[in-house]
């Protein structure tokens, strides 16, 4: 069975740092495009970033600079390094994989990150 487990959520000062991991199982990790959507209170999900299985990597406009993603396809892990955050980065984030050539998809059930004073 296909599964996303995100962890490293939590409460955050602005300015501050958080890492947010994945572990994916059920599926031929190097066949999926690997990424991370948040959604905020009211506002639509939006992706953050994404890493094909070769490494090019995209970012939201918002996040760019500041946020890394990562994927080891030996261990079936994605990563997203959260640097310099802002209130505005307050979300539930998922992790998501996107099967290359069908499209199919695949969510995480989610893990909050919260910037606040």
């Known amino acids: 069975q296909e599964q996303l487990v995100e962890s490293g959520g939590g409460l955050v000062q602005p300015g501050g740092s958080l890492r947010l991991s994945c572990a994916v199982s059920?599926?031929?990790?190097?066949?999926?495009?690997m990424g991370w959507y948040r959604q905020a209170p009211a506002k639509q999900r939006e992706l953050v970033a994404s890493i094909t299985r070769g490494g090019t990597t995209n970012f939201a406009d918002s996040v760019n600079g500041r946020f890394t993603i990562s994927r080891d396809n030996a261990k079936n892990t994605v990563a997203l390094e959260m640097n310099n955050l802002k209130p505005e980065d307050t979300a539930v984030y998922y992790c998501?994989?996107?099967?290359?050539?069908?499209?199919?998809?695949?969510w995480g059930q989610g893990t909050q990150v919260t910037v606040s004073s």
């Open positions: 059920g599926l031929t990790f190097s066949l999926y495009v």
């Open positions: 998501h994989a996107r099967r290359i050539i069908t499209n199919l998809e695949y």
